[in-house]
């Protein structure tokens, strides 16, 4: 059953020099664990905040409990026997079914008027995985880009995969979806970790640093106000938790 949470956000403390410059500059938020209802409708508001915001803002985000994801246009009916996860959820964006059972997730959300909007949806997420990939590789796990498409079970994100996928010793380690609206563009990631002994704190260190080195992006960190507290809080009870969303099709 639905219930009111008390989110509190957390600012990441990854060692690195934060600066006030707007030229080029993303917001970081990291936020504590939360639900799969509430993960979901935190992204979706950032994305609804992107023409209030002006900047990227690049999320990090776990799981209190483990959950699955699933695309926004597959079937539930189809997507259900495929895992043991529960509960499924559907997220705004694209793509097949995601177990989210102690891999890394992030989000990141452009606004509008920001190049990455404009791009070809497969350019998009050609530069979403080199980041994910040159981040691995700096912490010594020899990732790659896939040159081409692999032979999925229908579905399912992880047992094969497509065109840029991150993959590591010829399996998929990395794969994203995208969601392009009015407000900007929202690209929801997850990274299915390589290396037991490899923490989470670690690659998203290793994210910051290579985006800073590839991008030339200078930082931010990020506090939600109020009213996109409210608004994820919002979309968590009336959308991400009801049955008429998850189920619709």
Request: with cysteine.
């Amino acid at each position: 059953m639905f219930g009111v949470w008390s989110l509190k956000f957390e600012i990441s403390a990854i060692s690195i020099a934060f600066v006030d410059s707007t030229e080029n500059t993303w917001l970081l938020l990291r936020s504590p664990p939360a639900d799969c209802a509430l993960n979901m409708a935190l992204d979706e508001a950032l994305l609804e905040a992107m023409p209030g915001l002006g900047r990227p803002v690049l999320r990090f985000y776990n799981w209190t409990a483990p959950a699955a994801s699933f695309g926004y246009f597959q079937r539930y009916q189809e997507v259900e026997p495929l895992t043991l996860l529960r509960p499924l959820v559907r997220r705004p964006t694209a793509g097949g079914l995601v177990p989210h059972n102690g891999d890394w997730t992030y989000c990141i959300c452009f606004p509008s008027n920001d190049e990455w909007y404009s791009l070809r949806a497969n350019q998009s997420y050609e530069k979403a995985h080199t980041l994910i990939k040159d981040a691995l590789c700096s912490l010594g796990i020899a990732a790659e880009l896939a040159p081409a498409a692999k032979k999925t079970l229908p579905g399912q994100c992880f047992s094969g995969y497509e065109r840029f996928d991150v993959i590591y010793g010829g399996t998929k380690i990395a794969g994203a979806a995208q969601r392009r609206r009015r407000e900007g563009l929202l690209i929801q990631g997850s990274v299915q970790s390589p290396r037991a002994s490899l923490s989470s704190v670690e690659w998203q260190q290793a994210v910051v640093v290579a985006a800073r080195k590839q991008f030339a992006i200078q930082w931010n960190d990020f506090e939600p106000d109020e009213s996109l507290h409210i608004r994820a809080e919002e979309l968590a009870g009336e959308k991400y938790s009801q049955a008429a969303y998850n189920l619709w099709r």
